[in-house]
């Protein structure tokens, strides 16, 4: 067996344990403490395997970078600190490990000493008693008792990456570096040491060139994780108190749930503008939908329907009448979509939204399928009210009038509908710019013409034909 699979091995038999001891009983637990001679008891607190959490260790394969994506307090430093670690420290104090010279790159210098050296999460605190590193303040240097060293960097001050060389690098809060894209590159030309040198980055995302395009590569591994996968280390009044306030937020998605938001500048939806109408989410659904409020039901049928297939955009809204049809305005309900289905599925997964909420209407492309869309729902409840809509003009040239009932306030979400949300902030006036089909916004937009655009006729969406 060859080092690497060595270490893969003892990785697995540690997170078995860890996973073992976690949910033993306390009797358990005793006896396999009890188990452990003076030595290895320890050293248990210092083997970061154990311990860890499956988004602090490092994926498998064969990688150059590997990216921590993850919420505000959800561990991210200390995986940093423990992968350097790993790679810097031999066998024994004295011993020499992978890896011998080393950059820390933080947003400035300030911030890199205060959190990746003297941090709660840093080097020097995670450090066994006779490993500790010693900072050299004077040459912003670290130095390990084998004669390993890191130097500290600041995203500020890019060119004094330029002449030093490494063979590992920690680059600490990417998405908010100043001079981003020039520091990344200096970066990159001075890791060229040793036979492999590899590299970390852990940050919350945001949708900043550097990190989008690091994501892409093929030589890149990343694991993520939100606030609460690090809740046992976190107050819980801190996370009641920023889900509670953040939690149905642009903001929230990002520093919390650590997903990389990524919005198209040419957008026909800005996220800050569902956010400055959203609802707060309730659970009974008897409370979702206001007294008097018509509920419809859109259903954006796939062309085929096996696991490959687009997905059945399947969207619910109420709306809320008044005597004139140009104060109507409406709520998103919920997002029903359904993946990868047989047409009697995701027929199914509509109807029963339709009962949930005591629709009034069912609308449904039929560009596609035709009459077999109609049939298809119909086969499940022959009593559905159902209305067929075809399009004669593109998904953009749809959209338009329906984002522009956003614009004008009309139209608020109840709760987060994160996936149909990220579809909308990418649907451009000059296409869709995400993957695949926009099935979601185009149920959306047939819901909302179908209960606010076509009852106004001074703004009909000459893009739909009713049958």
């Known amino acids: 067996m060859g080092a690497a699979d060595s270490s893969t091995s003892t990785r697995h038999d540690l997170r078995s344990a860890s996973a073992w001891l976690a949910s033993a009983s306390p009797e358990l637990e005793k006896e396999f403490l009890d188990s452990l001679d003076e030595n290895a008891l320890a050293a248990l607190p210092w083997i970061f395997e154990f311990w860890a959490l499956p988004h602090q260790l490092p994926p498998e394969g064969d990688w150059t970078t590997w990216v921590v994506l993850g919420g505000r307090g959800a561990g991210k430093t200390r995986a940093g600190s423990e992968w350097v670690r790993s790679m810097v420290e031999g066998a024994t104090p004295e011993a020499r490990g992978r890896a011998r010279r080393v950059a820390l790159v933080g947003e400035t210098y300030d911030q890199a000493l205060a959190v990746m050296i003297k941090g709660e999460s840093g080097l020097i605190a995670c450090s066994p008693p006779d490993r500790v590193p010693n900072w050299i303040a004077g040459e912003r240097r670290l130095v390990w008792p084998n ?6 960097f600041s995203a500020n001050d890019p060119e004094a990456l330029r002449g030093p060389q490494f063979d590992l690098a920690w680059s600490d809060e990417l998405a908010k570096w100043p001079n981003a894209q020039n520091t990344w590159d200096m970066l990159q030309f001075g890791l060229r040491l040793g036979e492999r040198p590899q590299q970390i980055v852990t940050t919350t995302p945001r949708n900043v060139g550097v990190l989008k395009e690091l994501l892409a590569r093929d030589d890149v591994a990343h694991t993520h994780a939100p606030t609460e996968a690090n809740s046992a280390y976190l107050a819980a009044s801190f996370l009641k108190e920023v889900r509670s306030r953040y939690g149905d937020t642009r903001l929230g998605r990002q520093e919390l749930d650590g997903v990389l938001l990524d919005d198209v500048d040419s957008a026909l939806w800005q996220r800050s503008e569902i956010d400055a109408l959203r609802l707060p989410a309730v659970e009974a659904v008897d409370e979702r939908i206001p007294q008097g ?3 419809i039901v859109a259903v954006d049928p796939p062309v085929t329907g096996h696991s490959g297939s687009d997905a059945c955009g399947i969207v619910v809204v109420a709306v809320i009448e008044t005597g004139n049809p140009a104060d109507w305005t409406a709520i998103v309900i919920e997002d029903c979509t359904v993946q ?3 047409p009697n599925q995701w027929a ?8 949930r909420y005591g629709a ?4 449904g492309e039929v560009n596609q399928g035709g009459s077999l869309v109609t049939g298809t729902v119909r086969t499940v409840d022959p009593n559905i009210n159902f209305r067929e809509v075809r399009a004669s003009v593109g998904k953009v040239a749809r959209a338009e009038p329906v984002a522009a009932l956003y614009e004008q306030g009309k139209i608020r979400h109840l709760g987060v509908h994160a996936e149909l949300e990220d579809e909308m902030c990418k649907m451009a006036r000059t296409g869709y710019e995400g993957q695949g089909s926009p099935d979601r916004v185009d149920a959306l937009v047939w819901a909302l013409t179908e209960g606010i655009l076509e009852p106004t006729k001074h703004r009909r969406n000459p893009a739909i034909r009713s049958f």
């Open 340 to 342: 990868g289905v047989s």
């Open 360 to 363: 009034s209407r069912m609308v």
């Open 348 to 355: 199914e997964a509509a109807v029963a939204a339709y009962h």
């Open 147 to 152: 004669g390993a060293e890191a130097r500290v």
């Open 293 to 295: 409020a018509r509920v």
